[in-house]
């Protein structure tokens, strides 16, 4: 089974940036496609971005469409969330999931494998 960690989330003032990474071990060959989620306190989780684990196609939620981007880090078998001009409402767990197919979706119960997630808390 695929195994994903998160790493880069932390504490920023609204307008700055941060940038996440999740890192895939363990059967990464049978990776199709990659996403970024994320849930707010009381909140349901969010769709945030999506894409081919190839790098060819990538999908984004419309809160974060423009400000965020997804690419994938081949060198270190990862995938990377840059987050750009961030806001009070972006603060959340941001957890990475995999799936075996390469058509990317936005619906969380169709990724098969989760990290542990990581807080991103951004100030006003």
């Known amino acids: 089974q695929v195994q994903l960690v998160e790493s880069g989330g932390g504490l920023v003032q609204a307008g700055g940036s941060l940038s996440l990474s999740c890192a895939a071990s363990r059967r990464t060959f049978s990776i199709g496609a990659m996403c970024w989620f994320r849930q707010a306190p009381g909140k349901e989780r969010e769709f945030v971005a999506a894409m081919t684990w190839s790098g060819e196609r990538a999908i984004y939620g419309d809160a974060v469409k423009g400000r965020f981007t997804i690419s994938r880090d081949n060198a270190e078998n990862a995938v990377t969330l840059q987050m750009n001009n961030l806001k009070p409402e972006d603060t959340a767990v941001y957890y990475c999931?995999?799936?075996?197919?390469?058509?990317?979706?936005?619906?969380?119960?169709?990724?098969?494998?989760w990290g542990q997630g990581t807080q991103v808390t951004v100030s006003s």
């Open positions: 999931a995999s799936k075996g197919s390469g058509i990317i979706v936005s619906v969380a119960t169709l990724y098969t494998n």
